[in-house]
């Protein structure tokens, strides 16, 4: 069976930020939030820029749309991801990310008006009990720091399903690479007075960061923003919504396994029950998803 090429697109996205939770745990010890979240995307748009110099531009009554784009998918999405990585665990933001498909959903219900079936209802309440059971998961230390911290990560995945309804619109008129790079350029100023005034806070930050955060910051440049923006946004120009979001629950694969390997996070029962739930409300989602009104959205 041939495979899509927008499919092997959103799929390396997914895993690539799967991956990104254990390693910009570890990268935010050393460098600070608003300051990571700038030097990404400043310079993965910097890298892109020269790559479609012919497809840069775009009308001027169109700024509020990529400004809404990057508002929801660079400036919320990273601060709430990253905030909420420092207040709590990285195996959390994994599982989390895996319910986009049902916030999808939800959000065709209130953007479109689409009637919600009896079967869909059951995916929705299914998958938030594994949201609720992950965000308020009793744990020996767990604190409520770390609850503040599962509900801004909870955010960000939000954040996600905004950018897309926002970003589906824009693909009517430009290509993904368009997208991608006014996402994340505008995304990158967004945060630049909130990293200088990091700077002036503490301008010796950098001399704390070794190898181990040179390599998140990369890793996070190279692979997170670049390659996975532009390959999440390529293939959500080429895909319906509801489709595209399905591959959200890979996510897990990746973020589970590097959080316990590098962050030595556990696999408790209850995240286990948590994960469960989220994955059994969107395998019955998946039953309604080709017949959902986002998916009449492709771009072809």
């Known amino acids: 069976?041939?495979?899509?090429?927008?499919?092997v697109l959103i799929i390396t996205s997914v895993l690539i930020w799967g991956a990104t939770p254990a390693i910009m745990k570890l990268t935010?010890?050393?460098?600070?939030?608003?300051s990571l979240a700038f030097l990404r995307m400043a310079i993965a748009s910097l890298i892109m820029a020269p790559l479609i110099t012919k497809q840069i531009k775009f009308k001027k009554e169109?700024?509020?749309?990529?400004?809404?784009?990057a508002f929801f998918g660079v400036t919320l999405n990273l601060s709430f991801f990253f905030i909420g990585l420092k207040l709590s665990f990285a195996i959390n933001a994994a599982l989390l990310i895996a319910a986009v498909p049902i916030f999808a959903l939800l959000a065709g219900h209130i953007y479109l008006k689409e009637k919600l079936t009896s079967k869909i209802i059951l995916a929705s309440v299914l998958a938030l009990a594994g949201v609720v059971i992950i965000i308020g998961r009793p744990t020996p230390g767990s604190t409520l720091t770390h609850f503040i911290g599962n509900i801004l990560l909870l955010l960000a995945?939000?954040?996600?399903?905004?950018?897309?309804?926002?970003?589906?619109?824009?693909?009517?008129?430009?290509s993904g690479e368009t997208v991608a790079f006014h996402t994340m350029a505008i995304g990158a100023a967004t945060f630049a007075p909130l990293a200088l005034w990091e700077y002036f806070a503490n301008p010796t930050w950098f001399q704390g960061v070794n190898l181990v955060g040179v390599s998140g910051l990369i890793y996070g440049i190279l692979f997170a923003s670049l390659i996975a923006y532009w390959a999440w946004l390529k293939g959500l120009s080429k895909l319906p919504l509801g489709e595209a979001s399905f591959f959200f629950y890979l996510d897990p694969i990746t973020g589970v396994a590097l959080a316990v390997v590098l962050l030595g996070e556990k696999l408790t029962p209850t995240l286990i029950l948590g994960g469960i739930l989220i994955a059994i409300g969107v395998f019955l989602a998946e039953q309604k998803r080709r017949n959902h009104p986002l998916l009449k959205d492709a771009v072809n």
């Open 62 to 69: 169109d700024f509020l749309m990529f400004f809404l784009s």
């Open 28 to 34: 935010l010890a050393q460098i600070p939030v608003f």
């Open 1 to 7: 069976m041939k495979i899509k090429p927008a499919y």
């Open 157 to 174: 995945s939000l954040a996600v399903v905004a950018q897309e309804l926002v970003a589906k619109k824009l693909f009517r008129k430009y």
